[in-house]
């Protein structure tokens, strides 16, 4: 959506409250976009942000123009400080990441005697078959 624009694009990003929001510009029309709008984002504190430019392809070429970052104070709540303090690793409420699904339940006795019944079955039925075009 980026790739060999005649203008700038930009990205807004925000992190409110727990809330992590993400705006573009890339029509050249100085008008926001949505992008992504997370709820429940609670990051630790004492981190840094760091940009990149680099696309792992040659072929592309993007420059990180500038960067303007700001400190919100808003007034939290003694629960809301302590909750946030103990914040060690980025969380988000209400979302399952990837490889951290639930692990299979094992089968049954029964399906697995019928899946190697019938995939026996199905071997048999094809050796049957190609003996039967080969001798024609």
Request: with cysteine; aromatic share 10%.
């Amino acid at each position: 959506m980026v790739r060999n624009l005649n203008h700038d694009t930009f990205l807004v990003i925000r992190y409110v409250k727990r809330r992590l929001t993400v705006l573009i510009d890339i029509d050249g029309k100085h008008e926001w976009r949505d992008c992504i709008d997370v709820p429940g984002v609670r990051l630790p504190r004492g981190y840094y942000f760091g940009t990149s430019s680099v696309t792992g392809d040659l072929s592309d070429n993007h420059d990180i123009i500038s960067l303007k970052l700001y400190q919100l104070t808003v007034e939290r709540t003694p629960e809301e400080e302590k909750r946030d303090r103990e914040v060690f690793l980025p969380i988000v409420d209400n979302l399952k990441l990837p490889g951290m699904e639930a692990p299979l339940e094992p089968m049954s006795g029964l399906a697995l005697f019928l899946i190697v019944f019938f995939s026996l079955v199905a071997i048999v039925f094809a050796i049957v078959i190609g003996i039967i075009v080969y001798n024609k």
